[in-house]
């Protein structure tokens, strides 16, 4: 059974700091792209940003880059996003995802994180 579980998220004020986590099983997760996604109240899903689970180089979404970081930790089967400089519009419910190369995503079922202003 594919598993990713997301952690991590909480309460913070406006220009603070938080970092999530994503941990995954369940099936080999080799040339995937691991994602994180978020969705605030009446909005679409966002893209945040990638990273390929054997390579290096990460891409981002453009209304976070340059403040959130993803990286992963393949001894842990788990990736993270560092989320810097928060704002009150970075409010919303946040996703991991498992991008195979053929095949539908995997999605986690989120953590929340709320900014207050």
């Known amino acids: 059974q594919v598993r990713l579980v997301e952690s991590g998220g909480r309460t913070v004020q406006a220009g603070g700091s938080v970092r999530l986590s994503c941990e995954f099983s369940?099936?080999?997760?080799?040339?995937?792209?691991m994602e994180w996604f978020r969705q605030a109240p009446g909005k679409e899903r966002d893209f945040l940003a990638g990273i390929r689970w054997d390579d290096s180089e990460p891409w981002y979404g453009p209304s976070v880059k340059g403040r959130f970081t993803i990286d992963r930790d393949r001894a842990k089967n788990t990736i993270f996003l560092q989320m810097n400089d928060l704002k009150v519009e970075d409010t919303a419910l946040y996703l991991c995802?498992?991008?195979?190369?053929?095949?539908?995503?995997?999605w986690g079922q989120g953590t929340q994180v709320t900014v207050q202003g």
């Open positions: 369940g099936r080999d997760f080799a040339g995937n792209d």
């Open positions: 995802a498992a991008d195979p190369p053929r095949g539908a995503r995997d």
